[in-house]
């Protein structure tokens, strides 16, 4: 049967756009929408949250239109690793004692519908700025991220590659993890970088692994001392050793045996936004079009704040 809310949904959305005066409301509807999307779902932003900034608190780029923030680094002797997008990600190593985090426009592709194909849809419009617009920037954001996140790991060479047959993740692994960053003190020549792993990121599959860790029947535990409730309901919880997890289901962008762990966001670096989030709609006849996009920065202000870990391959 054919949902008529649905239905009564996307006929509203068009009698909006058929009204020239209404237009502007249907596109900031649009854009609270795509702006609550990209939030939601971009695991960047679950691990590293976006600080509004304004265009009158940046610096100018001489050398291109776009703005840009000059931050001193926290550390000393530690590299920054800093990014530009022209067509592709592209990033940099920076060795001052300050670096720039640099602000460009990320943009969903135009769409097109006809009045006729979406009135007869029998999902809501939301759904389909959520699938094609806000789904396309925020994966852009996740992609930048980790392109971030390899770089500085390449810098640093906080990294353990788990030897042969090691597929799935295990406590001792969690452990060589976590030491990348909290044992990084130890390296790096700076008296001031006292790190501690706080955050891991990994897909949702490899995390499932954890229900098949060994448990042992004479005591009822397991053996790296998580208690008995784990066995109870299975393991419910959204914290792994005292680390918070965030859980991604995107394998395309990040493989299944690859886990990062991260310092706390203040000591990651910086991350901005122009809390610019845009929904454009342009209607002639009965055919229209969409787009939406925003404006972000990031730079990891210290490579020794993040780790990674890689498992064997099946």
């Known amino acids: 049967m054919f949902d008529f809310s649905v239905s009564q949904v996307n006929q509203a959305f068009i009698d909006l756009l058929s009204d020239p005066t209404m237009l ?5 509807r649009g854009a609270e929408y795509l702006k609550l999307q990209i939030y939601e779902d971009s695991f960047m932003e679950r691990i590293w949250p976006a600080r509004p900034i304004s265009p009158a608190q940046c610096d100018r780029d001489v050398n291109s239109p776009n703005y840009r923030v000059v931050i001193d680094k926290e550390f000393r002797n530690v590299n920054a690793t800093t990014f530009t997008l022209r067509g592709r990600p592209d990033f940099s190593y ?5 670096y720039a985090v640099e602000f460009f426009k990320i943009q969903s592709e135009e769409y097109e519908i006809t009045e006729g194909e979406l009135r ?4 809501p419009i939301q759904n389909l700025i959520r699938h094609h617009v806000a789904y396309h920037i925020r994966k852009k954001m996740d992609e930048i991220f980790l392109g971030l ?3 500085a790991i390449a810098d640093t060479g906080q990294e353990v590659t788990a030897g042969p047959g090691e597929t799935i993740l295990t406590p001792q692994l969690c452990v060589q993890l976590f030491n990348q960053i909290d044992n990084s003190g130890s390296r790096g020549g700076a008296e001031d970088l006292y790190l501690e792993s706080k955050t891991l990121l990994m897909t949702r599959s490899m995390y499932n692994y954890i229900n ?4 042992t029947e004479s005591t ?3 053996h790296n001392g998580i208690g008995t409730d784990f066995w109870k309901d299975g393991y419910k919880y959204d914290t792994l050793f005292g680390r918070r997890v965030v859980l991604t289901t995107k394998n395309d962008l ?9 310092a706390d966001p203040e000591y990651l670096g910086h991350h901005f936004t122009f809390n610019d989030d845009r929904f454009a709609i342009e209607k002639q006849w009965d055919r229209m ?7 972000f920065g990031a730079a990891i202000g210290n490579n020794f704040a993040v780790a990674k870990l890689t498992l064997d391959t099946p």
């Open 254 to 262: 990040l493989p299944e045996n690859v886990i990062y762990a991260f």
């Open 149 to 151: 996140c390899d770089n």
């Open 120 to 123: 007869g849809m029998r999902m």
């Open 94 to 98: 920076v060795e001052a004692d300050r």
């Open 289 to 295: 079009k969409w787009k939406g996009w925003r404006t």
């Open 220 to 222: 009822g535990s397991v």
């Open 24 to 28: 502007k409301e249907a596109q900031e």
């Open 212 to 215: 098949t860790w060994i448990q």
